[in-house]
Nanobody
Framework: QLQLVESGGGLVQPGGSLRLSCAAS????????IGWFRQAPGKEREGVSC????????NYANSVKGRFTISRDNAKNTVYLQMNSLKPEDTADYYC????????????????????WGQGTQVTVSS
């Protein structure tokens, strides 16, 4: 059974950091590009960051560039999202998703390209 499980969310003060993890089971992560998305209350889901199969290519939404870093450890079947300098507007449910691709450099922020989704982890940035 293919499954993605996010963890690492929580409550953090503005300016703080969190590291989210996305653990895959039931499939080999190496065959997939992985994206992180978020959805704030009352807003549409948006792409935050993505990483290609071997990590050669990464993309970030303008709103998180310079603050968030995506990485992956295929040996551990896990993708990470390091979030620094967090702002209240980063508050949202964060989801990881996988896109099976033969391309080693493919990495897109469009949510409709992704096949499997995790259940999400909540991030709240508040003082």
């Amino acid at each position: 059974q293919l499954q993605l499980v996010e963890s690492g969310g929580g409550l953090v003060q503005p300016g703080g950091s969190l590291r989210l993890s996305c653990a895959a089971s039931g499939f080999t992560l190496d065959d997939y590009a992985i994206g992180w998305f978020r959805q704030a209350p009352g807003k549409e889901r948006e792409g935050v960051s993505c990483i290609s199969r071997r990590g050669a290519v990464t993309n970030y939404a303008n709103s998180v560039k310079g603050r968030f870093t995506i990485s992956r450890d295929n040996a551990k079947n896990t993708v990470y999202l390091q979030m620094n300098s967090l702002k209240p507007e980063d508050t949202a449910d964060y989801y990881c998703a996988s896109e099976r691709t033969i391309l080693f450099t493919r990495c897109v922020l469009g949510q409709y390209e992704y096949d499997y989704w995790g259940q999400g982890t909540q991030v709240t940035v508040s003082s």
